[in-house]
């Protein structure tokens, strides 16, 4: 997470150190001093989404084709140049980083309450000063760039370890990111992603040796200077002292710079003068008030020493945290066989949050874009907890004859402190017969057993009765029939405009290209849309879980949010809906989407029947222009929605993006009120 205005004092008070570098050039004398390798820059991903992410709409929970086709040609800018990227997320967060990261959740919760605020008063998204990453970003972004054919590794620590460490042991031309850790690693040269200017593949490279010169200090120095001036291990609360002192005694006083920058260089000159050895530091332990830790300042100096490197601040001998901190914590399961692969999938992307919970039983998830005032529709964390309960209990029920242990949860919503996790107790779904175990869902073959993945998956959303109708359907259309099912259960005020407006969003997503949603105007944002996207796509990181729990009976590129969802697309639809518009200009003037629309509406409506979920029309009109009159809804419209549940003019031959479609000279009516009308999808 790098140190507190390191950045900015390196750019304004040390300029020698910030070089703009040719990317293309670096990469033609890589292959010339070392022919038998390709020139590779690491990313760190996490410091990088907020860049990749130019799409103008960011609160309407994402404009994910967009952002698609932004990741695909930031791959080709590099491709051309001959450059191998590498993409490295964070897998975990490290218990030494979780007071840090609980201090963020809590303030990004306030710059959250900012935006709804702002969207109600104006009805408009901010400006991009107040911009937030879309819900979940980063975990799909994850899935993106593995799909577009690059090496992505989801790390068994925090990132900027794993990243400097790949850096210099394979060699890299460079890393490239934005997090001012870089600067301290001895590793390879540090590309900042913030200056980059794609076309050119120009941008900054900061120089330690140059910042060493200028702060009088040798690059050993740099891991003490980190901590003394505060970092993710030593608080910067602890230090106040210590900079006051070293502001007192400090000749580089300078008035123009801002205290901060005055601070780094009074640290600098007093470390510069500190002999470098363990007794040194051992000294400095004892002169800051570290409390009953006084092993802070050794954990935190000691965090930046890459494999294989030594420090004369840490002696030799002594046993490393950082081994340490990789052991493997198998406590919660104790098949080697189901471990050794979640682990192997966790590192290659291509799992979603199980190994963290067969690893330490812990799991986290950040902010997301939620109205806290809004009370009709509960934090994410909840709506989707009893689906992850049934998960937690597949995982670590399966072949156990004890007590289920509990999972820790660190999930951010209104009303939790974070002071500490959540215990969640596993609940076992319901399943005829048991629930498989994990052996059975990720080892064994054979039709029965994706029988028994898809079920099992569908059992933690409460829709395994559903299983023929939805395996009828194309994937991505039955998992996000699966989620929104299940999110109508659990929210008893979403209506009948909610689910016309999320079954509008799939149909006419469909065949839009990444221009012609780009190219879509909103005259206002509506702010509980903004809300109900974020859950929505939220969900869709649920489904990912599930998925990864029972052996994968989707391809995880099924269920990814550019498939299924755009937010612009949602906000227009929802209000279309609201409105009490015509079902014709709900679904674009398209009269082919008229069946498939009732298909899909009939199928969700059936699965919240059987659970006893009646779902009533709530129309909120238009509540954004004053005196505009809501309109009736068209006759056709009032008719195919006048019940709580239409039966469904469906089957497995004919139905809504079938997988396996018929001729439409092969269809016959099935009572529907309006025969006239089988519209039915092209291909």
């Keep these: 997470m790098g140190i507190k205005g390191l950045q900015g004092f390196v750019a304004r008070v040390c300029p020698d150190a910030c070089r703009t570098v040719d990317l293309r050039e670096m990469a033609e004398k890589h292959r010339i001093d070392h022919p038998d390798s390709p020139p590779v820059i690491v990313v760190d991903a996490m410091s990088c989404v907020r860049y990749w992410y130019t799409p103008e709409s960011w609160v309407s929970g994402g404009q994910w084709r967009e952002y698609l086709a932004n990741l695909e040609d930031f791959i080709k800018a590099f491709m051309a140049a001959g450059i191998k990227l590498v993409f490295y997320f964070d897998g975990v967060v490290e218990e030494k980083k979780r007071d840090e990261w609980i201090k963020r959740r809590l303030q990004n919760r306030k710059e959250i309450a900012r935006i709804f605020q702002f969207i109600k008063t104006h009805r408009k998204q901010p400006g991009r000063g107040m911009f937030v990453v879309p819900s979940a970003l980063p975990t799909f972004t994850r899935f993106a760039l593995k799909s577009l054919g690059q090496k992505t590794v989801c790390t068994l620590q925090e990132a900027d370890f794993e990243v400097a460490a790949y850096g210099l042991q394979q060699n890299c031309i460079g890393i490239l990111g934005q997090d001012s850790d870089y600067l301290i690693y001895n590793t390879c040269p540090y590309f900042s992603i913030e200056k980059l200017c794609l076309d050119r593949l120009v941008t900054v490279m900061y120089s330690r040796e140059d910042l060493c010169h200028a702060l009088g200090l040798s690059l050993t120095h740099l891991p003490l200077f980190a901590c003394l001036l505060g970092n993710d291990v030593v608080p910067e609360s602890l230090l106040e002292g210590f900079w006051h002192k070293c502001l007192v005694t400090s000749p580089h006083k300078n008035n123009s710079y801002n205290r901060r920058a005055n601070v ?45 490197q030594q420090s004369p601040w840490i002696p030799p001998n002594l046993t490393s945290c950082q081994m340490l901190s990789l052991q493997e914590q198998t406590d919660m399961c ?139 359907l194309e994937a991505p259309v039955a998992a996000f029939c699966c989620l929104l099912a299940y999110l109508i259960m659990q929210v008893s005020s979403l209506s009948l405009e909610d689910l016309h407006a999320f079954v509008a969003l799939i149909l006419c997503l469909r065949g839009k290209s990444a221009a012609q949603l780009a190219g879509l105007q909103l005259a206002q944002v509506d702010s509980r849309a903004v809300h109900l996207g974020a859950v929505f796509v939220r969900g869709l990181t649920t489904l990912l879980m599930a998925n990864s729990a029972c052996g994968f009976p989707f391809r995880m590129d099924d269920l990814m949010p550019w498939e299924v969802f755009d937010g612009k697309l949602f906000q227009e639809k929802y209000q279309q809906s609201h409105r009490g518009c015509s079902l014709e200009e709900l679904l674009e003037g398209n009269d082919s989407l008229y069946t498939p629309f009732q298909n899909l509406k009939s199928l969700i409506c059936k699965a919240c029947m059987a659970k006893k979920r009646k779902i009533q029309s709530r129309p909120r009109g238009n509540g954004f222009i004053p005196g505009t009159q809501q309109r009736e809804f068209n006759p056709r419209f009032q008719q195919a929605h006048r019940s709580y549940f239409v039966p469904p003019y469906y089957n497995q031959t004919r139905g809504y993006l079938s997988r396996n479609p018929q001729p439409q000279g092969r269809q016959h009516g099935m009572g529907h009120p309006d025969r006239r009308r089988r519209f039915h999808l092209p291909p």
Excluded at 270 to 295: A, Q, R, W
Excluded at 371 to 390: K, S
Excluded at 407 to 424: A, D, M, R, S, T
Excluded at 459 to 472: I, R, V, Y
């Design 334 to 472: 104790q098949d080697k066989e189901i471990f050794r692969l979640a682990k192997e999938q966790h590192i290659q992307s291509e799992n979603y949050a199980i190994f963290n919970i067969l690893s330490n039983g812990e799991i986290e998830c950040s902010n997301s874009l939620e109205d806290d005032c809004d009370t009709e529709i509960p934090g994410q964390a909840l709506i989707y907890r009893p689906a992850r309960q049934h998960i937690y209990s597949v995982l670590l029920e399966s072949g156990t004859g004890g007590t289920c242990p509990l999972v820790k949860e660190w999930f951010v919503y209104f009303g939790n402190p974070l002071q500490q996790p959540e215990l969640i107790q596993p609940i076992k779904p319901s399943i005829p017969g048991g629930t498989p175990n994990l052996k059975t869902l990720w080892f064994a073959k054979g039709p029965d057993v994706e029988k028994q993945r898809y079920s099992t998956f569908l059992a933690c959303f409460h829709l395994q009765e559903g299983m023929e109708l939805l395996q009828a």
């Design 264 to 308: 780094l260089l009074a640290v600098a000159h007093y470390i510069s003068k500190v002999p470098c050895s363990y007794n040194s530091l051992k000294h400095l332990e004892e002169m800051l008030p570290l409390g009953s830790d006084k092993t802070l300042l050794y954990r935190g100096v000691e965090s930046y020493l890459l494999p294989g």
